[in-house]
């Protein structure tokens, strides 16, 4: 725990400590009559804000996270990777779960190819009905098997095959 939860926590403790056993309220009309003196009161509102503040602390704990997405991860059986940055705030929670650990991309890179190809369609810069010609080194098995050397596929169904069905060799071409 931190210096400062471990202050808060303490003045949290003094504070219960100090607030006294009964706090009677009666009520009788909309307006209500405290029979505590105001810094009594305070005291108790400042325990309420304090306790809010350090559950607060406590849900956003890394050690919480961590206690919620262990059992996920076990029920999952897989090998996972999570990387987490807030990126406002007055105290930025960074935490990672096997963050250390590689994992292979696989057909991620095809997204970002996607993405540039229909930028580059959207600026001008490339005709989604230009052709784009098959080379033996574009080969990965995939799901399509037409791919011959020097046939020739259009932007838009090398971006359907990557894109819809993950073919590895339109993702290449």
């Not at 471990?6 to 009677?24: E, H, K, M, Q, S």
């Not at 509102?45 to 050690?63: C, E, F, H, K, W």
């Not at 580059?120 to 799901?143: F, M, S």
């Not at 046939?151 to 993702?171: I, V």
Request: aromatic letters at 6%.
């Amino acid at each position: 725990m931190h210096t400062a939860s471990r202050i808060l926590v303490a003045a949290g403790v003094v504070f219960i400590a100090l607030a006294p056993a009964g706090t009677d309220v009666l009520a009788s009309t909309p307006v209500m009559t405290l029979s505590n003196p105001p810094a009594v009161t305070l005291a108790v509102v400042g325990t309420r804000q304090l306790v809010l503040a350090v559950d607060n602390l406590v849900t956003r704990s890394p050690m919480t996270l961590t206690a919620a997405v262990e059992p996920l991860v076990q029920e999952a059986g897989g090998a996972v990777g999570i990387a987490l940055i807030e990126l406002g705030g007055a105290t930025p929670l960074v935490w990672s779960y096997n963050g250390s650990e590689v994992f292979t991309a696989a057909s991620t890179y095809k997204l970002a190819a996607l993405m540039m190809e229909a930028q580059n369609i959207a600026a001008g810069q490339t005709n989604p009905d230009g052709l784009v010609c098959y080379e033996a080194d574009d080969y990965e098995a995939g799901w399509f098997d037409d791919y011959a050397d020097g046939k020739c596929f259009t932007r838009s169904e090398l971006a359907q095959r990557a894109g819809h069905y993950s073919d590895n060799t339109a993702g290449h071409m």
